[in-house]
């Protein structure tokens, strides 16, 4: 119930339903002044919402980043969400693939012996596919040798995501602490819920979604890629206001 009513409450809280919804009361207002008011704020909630100026301050409060580690660690654990159903494997990777590459590149380069990836379905109708298992053929096609592949293939979220792999690494004998990798925005979060599931990680942020304009007036001009950016964000936000008092 918790999963359904999540996905729910996203789509009420997103700018563009906002919009919408302010647009269609002022339509259908019959006062002309009461007309005006809610067409001025619809205007206001675009404008504020898609000028990059607002995101990225938003983005430089909220993203984890930390300096670079060259510690040693027994495992990194790659949080899923970053490949889906398709392709001609079965399977593809998507724009936040960095998650990938980076606990690809943590293993190979021996800043960690082992891998694990977490991830099932986050669909609220799941099929067949399931991203640890896929992620599992690719990092073998790699050559990463399966004694040192994890996964955890049942997680719908990242509470999930924390639950599922303490009982794992509990029982594979790995000491912590662990690698954390996931990216910068979704950080935050991970690290709550994974410390709150008694798994002691350090971050190992990446897929940083940076923008900048070419010209310094760009900030303040509105860009529909900084509206669809917001959807990431305010989900992160309310998951860890919702996670912080469950």
């Not at 380069?109 to 609220?124: E, K, N, V």
């Amino acid at each position: 119930m918790y999963f359904v009513l999540s996905k729910v409450l996203l789509f009420f809280i997103l700018p563009i339903w906002w919009i919408i919804a302010f647009i269609v009361i002022g339509l259908i207002a019959k006062n002309k002044r009461t007309k005006k008011r809610w067409f001025i704020a619809a205007a206001v909630i675009f404008y504020l919402f898609s000028i990059p100026l607002l995101m990225n301050a938003f983005q430089n409060a909220w993203d984890i980043r930390t300096p670079v580690n060259h510690k040693k660690y027994s495992c990194v654990i790659v949080l899923g969400g970053f490949s889906g159903e398709g392709g001609e494997d079965g399977g593809h990777f998507t724009d936040a693939s960095d998650r990938f590459i980076q606990g690809l590149k943590l293993i190979t380069t021996h800043q960690a012996s082992h891998i694990l990836i977490s991830g099932g379905s986050g669909m609220l109708s799941p099929g067949a596919f399931r991203e640890g298992a896929y992620v599992k053929t690719q990092l073998e096609k790699l050559n990463i040798p399966d004694s040192l592949i994890l996964i955890e293939n049942n997680s719908k979220n990242t509470y999930e995501n924390a639950k599922f792999t303490k009982v794992i690494l509990d029982k594979s004998g790995l000491k912590g602490p662990y690698l954390l990798v996931t990216s910068a925005f979704h950080m935050r979060r991970s690290l709550m819920l994974f410390k709150h599931a008694g798994l002691e990680v350090d971050p190992y942020p990446c897929n940083f979604l940076t923008y900048t304009p070419q010209l310094l007036i760009g900030y303040l001009l509105p860009d529909a890629n900084v509206l669809s950016r917001w959807e990431i964000y305010l989900k992160e936000v309310v998951g860890y206001v919702v996670n912080y008092f469950k």
